[in-house]
């Protein structure tokens, strides 16, 4: 906790950020692979890094720690929230799909990402550009996250 704002509640204000969004925050690259299989962790950073903008990248990087946060005070053998942040993540940050199994394998990679237990290869840009610090995104981030 931070400043008496609790987990749950700085992953509520996330979500509505997120569900406020333009545009799936996932890049195309990912949405199509995505489409086939469940990529490795590994792989959908890769992806998401070349892909995303320094402020969408950086979205997605706080939000998965932010979780991850929550899930470490989560008793470990209760897989319950990690399935549902993963599953309503998947329909904020990728586009609709139809697909019950397109829709599976986007939670399941995002379930990946969430896990303690697996090596979290996204990290944070060093410094923010001067776009992104013009974007309201990266502001609203980090006033969520000071």
Sequence with gaps: ERAGVTPEAAAGALMELMESL?????????????????????AACSIMKDQMSKCDYSMAFVAIQLFRSYLELQPIEDLRPLDHIA?????????????????????????NL?????????????????????????????DLMS
């Design 22 to 42: 333009p545009y799936p925050l996932m890049p195309v690259g990912l949405v199509q692979v995505c489409e086939l299989c469940v990529p490795t962790v590994d």
């Design 87 to 111: 599953a309503v993540l998947a329909t904020v940050w990728f586009p609709p799909s139809a697909s019950i199994d397109v829709c599976t394998r986007r939670a399941t990679l995002l379930s």
């Design 114 to 142: 969430l896990r303690i237990e697996n090596r979290c290869p996204l990290c944070p840009y060093s410094s923010p550009t001067d776009s992104d610090v013009d974007n309201p995104i990266y502001s609203m981030f980090r």
